[in-house]
C-alpha cells in the first residue's frame, strides 16, 4: 500500500480525480479521520470535507503511474 496526502480544493479537482483514479483496475481509497471512501466514486469523494487533508491509499505496488498522473493534487 503507498499512501500520499492530497487536496481537494475545487470541484474541478472532484471530477479530475475520480476520472484519473477509475483508469486503474486496483483499489483506491480516501480516507479522512475515521471516514473512508471509494476514490473512484464522485458520491464518495464529495462527501468528505474538501477544506481538511485527505489520505489517498493506493492498494497496489504499480502505483507509479497514478501518482504522476495525480501529482498536481498532492500535496
Known sequence: ???VDIAL???Q???DLVNITNRYPFTILLRQGRYQVDAKSVLGVCSLQRARPIQLEIYSD???A???DLKHLIC
Do not use: R
Request: no cysteine.
Open 62 to 64: 504499480d502505483y507509479h
Open 13 to 15: 479537482q472532484v471530477s
Open 1 to 3: 500500500m503507498k499512501a
Open 9 to 11: 480544493k475545487h470541484p
Open 66 to 68: 497514478l501518482v504522476d
